[in-house]
């Protein structure tokens, strides 16, 4: 090893370094794509009940039916609740006149900063006002709770800079809940049996690595 550390050119660590800050901001670019997708899912699962209680009587027993169904057919998607298909409705109802949902700057954030505004507000440009602030700011959704209860909207006009003051890192919060939300996990059929999966394959992988390293002699047989 010592060896193939001194045989590397010049330049190389840094190197290095670039390309893993490109794979992270790819993968956050991915799993950002990822949410949008799924927001803009639920909020036209939303218009579509709003549309059919229109016409006909689709309460809450229609509801958990819907729930039911949709769950036996995506069995891996916990998000079709019969709470969460309520949520959504309202989502569509609240977002109802403000164009594509997909280029709001609510579908940037996670589904639990959405229910959380949905909860908090009744008054739409309160809504609009902390979902793009949010979304602008990179806000987790403890941040975002905490503005909501010390009514930031009403000191951010007089107070400009303290919206912009941020710990260190602070704005990549939501990214990291989003590649966290067990919903976004769900919405591409990755379960935790997958990640138990792909745990045990880097496992083995080391595993059969390290063996070889020692020379003729050992052997990796099995992989429980």
Do not use: C
Request: glycine share 8%.
């Amino acid at each position: 090893m010592a060896q193939l550390e001194r045989d590397l050119p010049a330049g190389y660590p840094e190197a290095l370094a670039s390309l893993k800050d490109q794979v992270r901001d790819a993968q956050h670019r991915a799993q950002r794509v990822v949410n949008t997708a799924m927001i803009e899912l639920y909020w036209s699962i939303g218009r579509t009940i709003l549309a059919r209680q229109e016409t006909a009587p689709w309460g809450s027993k229609v509801l958990g039916r819907l729930a039911s169904d949709l769950r036996a057919e995506f069995p891996h998607m916990k998000g079709f609740s019969p709470r969460n298909l309520t949520y959504m409705r309202t989502f569509a109802s609240a977002w109802a006149d403000s164009g594509p949902i997909a280029q709001q700057p609510v579908a940037q954030l996670g589904w639990g900063h959405i229910t959380v505004l949905l909860d908090k507000f009744r008054d739409s440009e309160l809504r609009y006002w902390y979902a793009a602030k949010a979304a602008q700011h990179g806000w987790s959704r403890a941040v975002l709770e905490h503005h909501i209860l010390t009514r930031l909207h009403t000191r951010a006009g007089a107070a400009p800079n303290n919206l912009e003051a941020r710990l260190p890192g602070e704005g990549t919060d939501l990214a990291q809940e989003v590649a966290k939300d067990p919903l976004v996990l769900d919405f591409l059929g990755l379960t935790e049996e997958a990640d138990e999966r792909a745990m045990e394959e880097a496992m083995t992988l080391r595993m059969s690595q390290t063996l070889a390293e020692f020379g003729p002699g050992f052997a990796f047989v099995g992989r429980q």
